[in-house]
Nanobody, 116 residues
């Protein structure tokens, strides 16, 4: 079992910034992918960005140039720096972990609201 705890969500004005953090604990493997998905009201959960143990990054086109994903392998943490936030970025953001087993673990989610 892997437990994921997110932090850093909140309310921010358009054009502002937020930094999300996610800490993984439990049965952490040596090779795994972590990242972020989001789900807006009435929409399906969608990829934001993931990063592998080797540093390979996969990100959505809608966030490229604005969001930066990073990880600290020693601390089993992943971060999402979100800049130039837009109202359409409003969603619940979920931390994601996937190791060798064929299903991912999810965090409980953290709300990000972009509004003036």
């Amino acid at each position: 079992q892997v437990q994921l705890v997110e932090s850093g969500g909140g309310l921010v004005q358009p054009g502002g910034s937020l930094r999300l953090s996610c800490a993984a604990s439990g049965s952490i493997e040596s090779i795994y992918t972590m990242g972020w998905y989001r789900q807006a009201p009435g929409k399906q959960r969608e990829l934001v960005a993931t990063i592998s143990s080797g540093g390979n990054i996969l990100s959505a086109g809608s966030v490229k140039g604005r969001f930066t994903i990073s990880r600290d392998n020693a601390k089993n943490m992943v971060y999402l720096q979100m800049n130039t936030l837009k109202p359409e970025d409003t969603a619940v953001y979920y931390c994601y972990y996937r190791g060798s087993i064929p299903f991912p673990y999810w965090g409980q989610g953290t709300q990000v609201t972009v509004s003036s």
